[in-house]
């Protein structure tokens, strides 16, 4: 099989676990050379060592890109060592338990903004100019259905601030189509992640077992890098057969399937 992506160089945050750790194997499987951050370095050491152990190449930068300079030292470090930058895969992001209106703390305001659309901004402030000196690049965004649909389940937060991620990638293309950027926003449904840990009801392995995997993400997020550089998906969206929101509804409406 032909690496599609041999030669480039993709930055992938939370790339610890979940849906971050299985882009970023993926893309190292397509050849390209992957950078690895998140906030704590074992998980990312133990993707790294995945990676280079199937013939990769990886690099470990930690950082809290929650701080707005964290990014903008990493996207040096990035220049200094390849020279460039191709894909940046935007997926760190967390929720809270204590989430509604009637539970949120300021503190909790600011965990989920500044973890979720400020990091994310960060990142790709920090990413373009790689991107404009070379003419190309790809920025892929993990949002969420809830950054396209307002519920109860995720909370205001974390609801805002996927709503303000999917505004920023489709702002992104607004600006820097005509420097052969393109920037697509993903946004999952319901996918059998750490961040269920944080759902003030907890979901079982039964329910897990039926929701989209991380892999499957990961899977979507490499076919988006390998596409041609004159086509952008602006927004996609992945969802489990067996949603859960739709089978309430049938409950609810008493719907006979």
């Not at 690895?36 to 809290?64: H, S, Y």
């Not at 991107?131 to 937060?157: E, N, Q």
């Not at 897990?208 to 041609?228: H, T």
């Amino acid at each position: 099989m032909v690496a599609r992506l041999r030669g480039k160089v993709a930055w992938v945050t939370g790339a610890g676990s979940g849906i971050g750790e299985a882009a970023a194997v993926m893309l190292a499987e397509e050849g390209a050379s992957v950078v690895l951050t998140g906030r704590r370095k074992e998980p990312l050491e133990a993707v790294a060592k995945r990676i280079k152990a199937a013939g990769g190449t990886a690099l470990v930068k930690p950082g809290d890109l929650m701080k707005p300079t964290t990014a903008g030292k990493i996207a040096d470090a990035i220049k200094a060592k390849f020279g460039r930058l191709d894909i940046l895969v935007n997926n760190a992001g967390l929720n809270i338990t204590r989430r509604s209106w009637k539970q949120l703390e300021t503190e909790g305001i600011d965990q989920l903004i500044h973890g979720n659309l400020s990091s994310a901004m960060y990142c790709a402030i920090a990413a373009l100019p790689l991107m404009r000196a070379r003419k190309d690049g790809i920025l892929i965004h993990t949002a969420s259905m809830a950054g396209r649909v307002v519920s109860l389940l995720s909370g205001p937060g974390y609801t805002a601030a996927k709503h303000g991620l999917v505004a920023a990638s489709h702002s992104i293309n607004m600006e820097e189509c005509t420097n052969g950027i393109r920037s697509t926003v993903v946004c999952p449904g319901e996918v059998a992640t750490p961040i269920l840990d944080k759902r003030p009801v907890p979901v079982s392995k039964q329910d897990r077992d039926k929701m989209v995997q991380s892999e499957d993400v990961g899977d979507l997020i490499r076919y988006i890098a390998c596409l041609p550089r004159h086509v952008c998906i602006n927004e996609v969206m992945i969802c489990p057969t067996w949603n859960r929101g739709y089978v309430a509804a049938q409950n609810q409406g008493h719907v006979k399937v």
